[in-house]
């Protein structure tokens, strides 16, 4: 998929500059992202499988979502500079070359649709995709949108003579990049500031907890993510005096790991509340 992307981008970004088509020139420029963000997935993904040392107990996991993130960023300073040579097109629009937009725009629809159906396929064991593989597809996907785009500015510029549409097309495709990279940018933000996931109820999580046997109450409750698809736990729990602890840490364990699919967790028992004496966390 990467040969391919290689050599579309250079056939698109010639005949951009040939059509004079900011649109196509711009998708041209994107699917260069799209070949630094498919280096860069596979360039984490081998990182975050690297073991753990004691310098790094939980590993490299997180260099997936360092990956993520700076390719959702740097799709924003994509359009950024898109919608700011857009607006001068705009202004003075350019006579465009229309069959040549044509006909690479529809060259593009085929290869976006196939790179975008081999994208799809790459998830992992839990049928989800971590957020590497999410972030070359929302590229992919992109791309998808902007060869239609072009492929629309071409149609309306050949058949209507209407020349905005080329800067037009390039502001619309702008924005669905955006769009489609949001959510991306926010779980990657959301996973570095440690927010309890999405996923996660907290407040149901401490309810079972607490239905354990012999558990009288749970404080101190932090929930994050190491990635997109691993979770961990830190918490107190007070017991019953003579409570079994092992019985309830396994109890705690097989709650966690079935029901909110957390398997690192670290529970302090206490034999009384404790809480007055530690500062509050929120």
């Known amino acids: 998929m990467l040969a391919v992307t290689i050599c579309f981008f250079a056939v698109e970004l010639t005949g951009g500059y040939y059509a004079n088509s900011l649109a196509l020139m711009t998708d041209a420029v994107h699917i260069l992202t799209d070949i630094a963000a498919l280096c860069l ?52 629009p350019p006579v ?45 996907i992109s791309d998808l949108v902007g060869s239609l785009g072009v492929l629309t500015a071409g149609a309306l510029a050949w058949f209507t003579g209407w020349r ?30 440690e927010s309890v996931p999405a996923a996660i109820d907290l407040d149901e999580l401490r309810h079972d907890l607490l239905a354990v046997r012999d558990t009288e109450e749970v404080h101190d409750l932090h929930v994050w993510c190491l990635t997109s698809r691993e979770f961990a736990l830190a918490a107190h ?3 019953t005096r003579g409570a079994d602890h092992d019985r309830v840490l396994c109890d705690m364990a097989a709650i966690l790991e079935d029901k909110f699919n957390i398997r ?6 206490e034999r009384d509340n404790r809480r007055e004496q530690e500062p509050e966390h929120f």
């Open 264 to 269: 690192h967790m670290t529970v302090q028992l």
């Open 164 to 193: 905005e549409a080329d800067p037009i097309v390039s502001i619309l495709i702008g924005g669905l990049i955006v769009y489609g990279s949001w959510e991306l940018v926010r779980d990657g933000v959301d996973i570095l500031m």
């Open 237 to 239: 729990a007070v017991v």
């Open 41 to 92: 997935s596979l360039l984490t993904l081998w990182i975050s499988s690297r073991p753990a040392s004691a310098a790094k107990t939980f590993g490299y996991l997180r260099a997936e979502i360092l990956g993520a993130l700076l390719n959702g960023l740097f799709l924003w300073a994509l359009v950024v500079f898109v919608w700011f040579e857009a607006a001068q097109r705009i202004r003075q």
């Open 96 to 140: 465009v070359h229309a069959p040549t937009m044509i006909l690479i725009a529809s060259i593009g629809v085929v290869v976006n649709s196939f790179s975008a159906w081999m994208t799809f396929g790459g998830r992992g064991p839990d049928g989800r995709a971590g957020m590497a593989v999410r972030a070359v597809f929302v590229h992919v």
